[in-house]
């Protein structure tokens, strides 16, 4: 398994202005993912982060509005840009289990968000 | 990508199995079905995943039917804890790595 912390673990912000959230894994993984969750949703996906390359964006999210950055093998970030109180969620990001079983993740306990 | 459907909302009396149903019939014959739940405020776990074989772990049972287009993730002894929403996932797989895709789940409540 892997043990997974976030950073804020929630912020209050003003619309116009950017959070950045931190990522931190307890081992060296390859795969890293952003999900973000509204109110009373499920999750979606927001990107994939591997090591080393650009972060690949799922449909309807852009890199300018969510900046991804994935340093290393322990860490990533993802800065949420130019709020809005529609982006008012839960973010969390996932990891790829380091043993190499695909398809299984671990999760964050997720930053909530909270923009007026 | 195959899509899994599942009751909105299910109970369960505590001490009792509960019995949760994903429907999957577009599966293809290399998808594994995972399961993960979310308890209130916390970030989702992995419960368990199977091909077509049943399977179990400390957690809980996964029984897929013998034509894929469907399974059960079993709780034998449902405690308050349980109280959760659970995921079906059809596992989509690309190249180097997977996505975990979650639908809306089943919200299960466990009564007292």
């Known amino acids: 398994s892997a043990v997974i912390s976030q950073k804020p673990s929630r912020d209050i912000c003003q619309r116009g202005t950017s959070l950045t959230i931190q990522c931190q894994v307890d081992s060296q993984v390859t795969m890293m993912f952003w999900y973000r969750q509204q109110p009373g949703q499920s999750l979606t996906l927001i990107a994939t982060?591997?090591?080393?390359?650009?972060?690949?964006?799922e449909s309807g999210f852009v890199i300018d509005k969510f900046p991804i950055s994935r340093p290393n093998l322990t860490f990533s970030t993802l800065t949420v840009s130019n709020m809005s109180p529609e982006d008012s969620s839960i973010y969390l990001c996932s990891v790829e289990d380091p043993q190499g079983r695909r398809g299984t993740q671990y999760f964050g306990p997720g930053t909530r968000l909270l923009v007026l | 990508d195959a899509k899994t459907t599942q009751p909105t909302s299910m109970d369960c009396a505590e001490g009792r199995a509960a019995n949760l149903p994903c429907n999957h019939s577009?599966?293809?014959?290399?998808?594994?079905v995972y399961w993960y739940r979310q308890i209130h405020s916390q970030g989702p776990q992995y419960i368990i995943h199977?091909?077509?074989n049943n399977e179990t772990n400390e957690m809980a049972s996964l029984i897929i039917t013998e034509d894929r287009k469907s399974s059960t993730l079993i709780l034998p002894h449902a405690t308050l804890r349980d109280t959760a929403v659970y995921y079906c996932i059809v596992r989509v797989e690309y190249t180097g790595y997977d996505k975990v895709i979650f639908g809306p789940g089943t919200s299960l409540s466990v009564i007292p």
């Open positions: 982060a591997n090591q080393g390359s650009e972060a690949t964006y």
């Open positions: 577009t599966i293809s014959g290399n998808e594994y």
């Open positions: 199977g091909l077509k």
